[in-house]
């Protein structure tokens, strides 16, 4: 069965900095990677997606890896802002788990930008 | 078309009633996913459709739980006999049937069960 691991489950960090979350996961057979972000209460937001043939994608101050081989990614956020606190959740399609080309989640890291 | 909307937004109840909500999914998905979210972590695959058939159910979604999607459009989520631990954020997400475009969420349905 796939397992996703997101570290760190917290994250508090001033303004401005530049950080990177990590995303794991035991099955690298997987169709595609996405980072959502899901603020207090609210739905889930998609920042990228990563299809399996893909390596990274890019949009605005957020950068995504995905190296499937070793079961990992990255999501890198630059020049960190107090907007950007929120959840930060990866999820992958494919591998044993989340149902046919449903999603497998991690558990989130949650993330405080301090102004 | 503004995305995936999902209603009530807010439901409170007392246990044993029953419960239904509904998904709008984005007109050109023919895909539909349920999905459930406790506190402190992420979501839990439910049960997906593709267009009106139900394709796969979770072992999550016991016999008090039902969905529809009737004309492949929209879809109900209905709870039987709700008990205090299906208090959750119920999540509806579609895609089109090339997955690798990706999913889109709504806003989902917070169960509070009293």
């Known amino acids: 069965k796939q397992e996703v691991t997101q570290i760190p489950a917290a994250l508090s960090v001033p303004e401005g900095e530049n950080l990177v979350l990590n995303c794991s996961f035991t099955?690298?057979?997987?169709?595609?990677l996405q980072w959502f972000r899901q603020d207090p209460g609210k739905g889930l937001t998609s920042l990228l997606l990563?299809?399996?043939?893909?390596r990274e994608q890019t949009s605005g101050r957020l950068n995504a890896s995905l190296d499937k081989s070793s079961g990992r990614s990255t999501l890198y956020i630059a020049a960190s802002q107090p907007g950007d606190s929120a959840t930060y959740l990866c999820?992958?399609?494919?591998?044993?788990?989340?149902?046919?080309?449903?999603?497998?989640f991690g558990k989130g890291t949650h993330l405080i930008i301090q102004p | 078309d503004t995305g995936v909307s999902q209603d009530p937004r807010h439901k409170i109840t007392k246990r044993g009633q029953n419960v239904t909500f509904r998904c709008d999914p984005i007109s050109e998905h023919n895909r539909l996913y349920w999905y459930r979210q406790t506190l402190g972590q992420g979501p839990e695959f439910l049960t997906y459709?593709?267009?009106?058939?139900?394709?796969?159910k979770s072992r999550l979604l016991s016999d008090r739980f039902s969905a529809e999607r009737p004309k492949g459009s929209f879809s109900t989520l209905e709870i039987q006999r709700t008990e205090q631990g299906d208090s959750a954020m119920y999540l509806c997400?579609?895609?089109?049937?090339?997955?690798?475009?990706?999913?889109?969420f709504g806003s989902g349905t917070r169960l509070t069960v009293v």
């Open positions: 997400a579609s895609s089109l049937h090339e997955a690798n475009y990706g999913y889109t």
């Open positions: 459709f593709q267009n009106e058939a139900q394709l796969e």
């Open positions: 099955d690298s057979a997987i169709y595609n």
């Open positions: 990563i299809q399996s043939s893909q």
């Open positions: 999820a992958l399609t494919g591998g044993s788990g989340g149902g046919a080309d449903g999603l497998t």
